[in-house]
DNA sequence: GCCGTTTTCGGCCCGACTGTTTTCAGTCG
């Protein structure tokens, strides 16, 4: 059984126990949970156990007798007794009932035991007769609410967050490459685009033995069932539901077989009619003059051919990259890699798993600069903001550690800033005078999601016009597939921030990506710049960032349109500037 | 159920908001 599996099973553990209603458990098994996660696969819990007992696994931070105890469980029989006792008290599909935005512990509790709801379909159902508004404390709007949220689920039925499919396309790109006879295994389609949801997963392959790419293909651990398998493609449904498509095609086809599953198919339809305006045929086996191959072997030579500049994947949306390929006016795309230091990490001062010092560790390690230290502030009691005063006791503890690094030699630095709430009138939750101290500080909306549009844009505009607010985090506040975005006019917030000097964020947590791809090419536009963050909570969510930088790619942003691809000295000096203008510039 | 520079028991879950109610349960992060 894998750490996954586990913290999985502790997790539904805590919820069972929030339904009736038992006090500090459900905290303790999340927290099990989420350090068992931490650990990550390479330190799976079976082998602690195998070599050091219930002992080892009381190592774990969060693990006492009980919690060890049940994964002693799951590792000799894949679950434990509470557990079996608990699912068969509530046999409902957990996972799938929480997955929609409103609906917790309780109300699935109460689903199941008045109406015997179980699933996401028998919801569905229910809410659509009506059923819904008689239970106690459910009312039409309750209902009508749940609908919404079950409809939005379902259009982003089958699509998954590129950050959740990304490793798993590579994991299978690195086995095929390590069959005898394979030349090329590339992920093409949505993922090679880094569109922000992925329907399936498509890759390509040139080998001199088919049959051998293929038989690895079906007998990945990952593949739960083999739905086509023939000698050019083979398609199979992994385990966690996803199609993956697999092609083989000759060597000679490579460029044009790449073009043609990377799409995007509106940006592919316009090249074949490029094409046919030369005299040509364009199909996934080459360029073709009557029957003789003109280009095929590169996309670079398929792209040239008909007369375009190479097109990143990340721009093939067929909206105006075409144009300006025949143009020669392509954007200089910021390269993966680029950002040198996060703007966005939490740290265990709020709702982050590792202190300052480790997140500063992880981020250096990782080959990043800088980072700022943005923890939530005292509005998001939930998470146990800072106010003023846990703030500078804060501040101090990042001079102490940036003397550290700097008298170790280390060239790494931390910026003492906040993630300060925007108010619904667009104040914010901290006083300016606790701002001031800061080095940046980040303003976000974490409540008021449904404010008129006219409203929200003024609160938002109002906290960029506080000469302290540099940044706004997350702007939209969307979480892809459970919540919409606010509502407000992008176009004015943008002016805004190019008036103030405020940048805006590409927060590449994988259910945000926010700012997205189509807004960041209208900041890039306008000249407003941008940062790209992780929002880190924990160490390996500094991986995420390449996500935020496909986000900007795909909004053709280059590196001078990112603040944070700058040095720690460049970021620290536009910070000063832009302060200054606002402090500077007319007040309303 | 876990934890300990507030230590072996008594804290931990802090508060705003929504939608339902007529005083508050449930969700959010």
Same mark, same amino acid.
């Given at each position: 059984?894998?750490?996954?599996?586990?913290?999985?099973?502790?997790?539904?553990?805590?919820?069972? /126990?929030?339904?009736?209603?038992?006090?500090?458990?459900?905290? =303790? /098994? &999340?927290?099990?949970?989420?350090?068992?996660?931490?650990?990550?696969?390479?330190?799976?819990?079976?082998?602690?156990?195998?070599? $050091?007992?219930?002992?080892?696994?009381?190592?774990?931070?969060?693990?006492?007798?009980?919690? =060890?105890?049940?994964?002693?469980?799951? !590792? +000799? @029989?894949?679950?434990?007794?509470?557990?079996?006792?608990?699912? %068969?008290?509530?046999?409902?599909?957990?996972?799938?009932?929480?997955?929609?935005?409103?609906?917790?512990?309780?109300?699935?509790?109460?689903? /199941?035991?008045?109406?015997?709801?179980?699933?996401?379909?028998?919801?569905?159902?229910?809410?659509?007769?009506?059923?819904?508004?008689?239970?106690?404390?459910?009312?039409?709007?309750?209902?009508?609410?749940?609908?919404?949220?079950?409809?939005?689920?379902?259009?982003?039925?089958?699509?998954?967050?590129?950050?959740?499919?990304?490793?798993?396309?590579?994991?299978?790109?690195?086995?095929?490459?390590?069959?005898?006879?394979?030349?090329?295994?590339?992920?093409?389609?949505?993922?090679?685009?880094?569109?922000?949801?992925?329907?399936?997963?498509?890759?390509?392959?040139?080998?001199?033995?088919? &049959?051998?790419?293929?038989?690895?293909? #079906?007998?990945?651990?990952?593949?739960?069932?083999?739905?086509?398998?023939?000698?050019?493609?083979?398609?199979?449904?992994?385990?966690?539901?996803?199609?993956?498509?697999?092609?083989?095609?000759?060597?000679?086809?490579?460029?044009?077989?790449?073009?043609?599953?990377?799409?995007?198919?509106?940006?592919?339809? #316009?090249?074949?009619?490029?094409?046919?305006?030369?005299?040509?045929?364009?199909?996934?086996?080459?360029?073709?003059?009557?029957?003789?191959?003109?280009?095929?072997?590169?996309?670079?030579?398929?792209?040239?051919?008909?007369?375009?500049?190479?097109?990143?994947?990340?721009? +093939?949306?067929?909206?105006?990259? !075409?144009?300006?390929?025949?143009?020669?006016?392509?954007?200089?795309?910021?390269?993966?890699?680029?950002?040198?230091?996060?703007?966005?990490?939490?740290?265990?001062?709020?709702?982050?798993?590792?202190?300052?010092?480790?997140?500063?560790?992880? %981020?250096?390690?990782?080959?990043?600069?800088?980072?700022?230290?943005?923890?939530?502030?005292?509005?998001?009691?939930?998470?146990?903001?800072?106010?003023?005063?846990?703030?500078?006791?804060?501040?101090?503890? !990042?001079?102490?550690?940036?003397? @550290?690094?700097?008298?170790?030699?280390?060239?790494?630095?931390?910026?003492?800033?906040?993630?300060?709430?925007?108010?619904?009138?667009?104040?914010?939750?901290?006083?300016?005078?606790?701002?001031?101290?800061?080095?940046?500080?980040?303003?976000?909306?974490?409540?008021?999601?449904?404010?008129?549009?006219?409203?929200?844009? %003024?609160? #938002? #505009?109002?906290?960029?016009?506080?000469?302290?607010?540099? !940044?706004?985090?997350?702007?939209?506040?969307?979480?892809?597939?459970?919540?919409?975005?606010?509502?407000?006019?992008?176009?004015?917030?943008?002016?805004?921030?190019?008036?103030?000097?405020?940048?805006?964020?590409?927060?590449?947590?994988?259910?945000?990506?926010?700012?997205?791809?189509?807004?960041?090419?209208?900041?890039?536009?306008?000249?407003?710049?941008?940062?790209?963050?992780?929002?880190?909570?924990?160490?390996?969510?500094?991986?995420?960032?390449?996500?935020?930088? %496909?986000?900007?790619?795909?909004?053709?942003?280059?590196?001078?349109?990112?603040?944070?691809?700058?040095?720690?000295?460049?970021?620290?000096?536009?910070?000063? $500037?832009?302060?200054?203008?606002?402090?500077?510039?007319?007040?309303?």
């Amino acid at each position: 059984m894998t750490n996954r599996q586990i913290a999985e099973k502790l997790r539904h553990m805590a919820v069972f /126990y929030e339904m009736d209603g038992v006090p500090f458990r459900p905290q =303790a /098994y &999340e927290k099990a949970a989420d350090a068992i996660d931490a650990l990550g696969p390479d330190e799976p819990l079976d082998r602690l156990f195998a070599a $050091k007992g219930r002992d080892g696994l009381r190592t774990v931070p969060g693990v006492g007798e009980g919690i =060890a105890h049940h994964i002693e469980e799951m !590792i +000799r @029989r894949g679950t434990f007794r509470e557990y079996e006792r608990m699912a %068969a008290k509530y046999p409902v599909n957990l996972d799938e009932l929480s997955g929609i935005e409103g609906v917790g512990p309780k109300t699935i509790k109460t689903l /199941y035991q008045k109406l015997r709801i179980k699933d996401l379909a028998g919801l569905e159902r229910a809410a659509a007769a009506g059923k819904i508004r008689g239970l106690p404390r459910f009312g039409a709007k309750t209902e009508a609410n749940l609908i919404r949220s079950i409809e939005l689920r379902r259009r982003s039925a089958g699509r998954r967050l590129l950050g959740d499919i990304l490793p798993l396309a590579r994991r299978i790109e690195t086995e095929l490459r390590g069959v005898r006879g394979v030349r090329h295994a590339v992920v093409a389609g949505s993922i090679r685009r880094r569109q922000e949801t992925i329907g399936d997963i498509d890759i390509l392959a040139t080998a001199a033995g088919p &049959e051998r790419v293929m038989e690895k293909f #079906i007998r990945l651990p990952e593949v739960a069932e083999v739905l086509e398998h023939g000698p050019t493609k083979t398609a199979v449904r992994l385990d966690n539901g996803v199609q993956a498509d697999l092609r083989v095609i000759p060597e000679a086809s490579y460029g044009a077989a790449l073009q043609y599953f990377t799409g995007s198919k509106e940006h592919n339809v #316009i090249v074949r009619k490029l094409a046919i305006a030369r005299g040509l045929k364009l199909n996934e086996y080459g360029l073709w003059k009557s029957r003789k191959s003109v280009a095929a072997r590169s996309e670079e030579d398929v792209y040239r051919a008909v007369g375009l500049d190479y097109i990143e994947p990340e721009l +093939r949306t067929a909206s105006g990259e !075409i144009e300006a390929a025949a143009a020669g006016g392509l954007p200089d795309l910021i390269p993966y890699g680029s950002v040198r230091g996060d703007l966005q990490v939490q740290t265990d001062w709020t709702d982050g798993s590792h202190s300052i010092a480790d997140m500063a560790e992880a %981020a250096r390690r990782r080959g990043l600069e800088y980072l700022a230290v943005t923890d939530h502030t005292k509005a998001l009691a939930m998470v146990g903001g800072l106010d003023e005063k846990k703030l500078a006791r804060q501040g101090r503890e !990042i001079d102490a550690l940036n003397r @550290r690094l700097e008298k170790d030699g280390v060239n790494f630095r931390v910026l003492k800033g906040s993630e300060v709430d925007i108010l619904r009138d667009g104040s914010l939750d901290l006083a300016d005078a606790a701002l001031k101290k800061l080095d940046m500080v980040g303003a976000a909306v974490h409540s008021h999601f449904h404010l008129s549009r006219s409203e929200q844009t %003024a609160r #938002i #505009i109002r906290a960029m016009k506080n000469p302290h607010v540099d !940044i706004i985090f997350h702007p939209t506040g969307r979480v892809i597939n459970k919540r919409e975005p606010c509502d407000f006019d992008m176009e004015a917030v943008i002016k805004a921030a190019k008036a103030t000097g405020t940048a805006l964020e590409i927060d590449a947590a994988p259910d945000r990506l926010d700012l997205k791809d189509s807004h960041v090419r209208l900041a890039v536009r306008a000249g407003v710049k941008l940062v790209i963050d992780s929002d880190a909570h924990r160490p390996e969510h500094f991986d995420w960032l390449e996500l935020g930088v %496909a986000v900007a790619r795909r909004g053709w942003a280059a590196t001078k349109d990112v603040l944070n691809t700058g040095s720690y000295r460049d970021l620290k000096k536009w910070l000063s $500037k832009a302060k200054n203008k606002r402090e500077k510039g007319p007040r309303k």
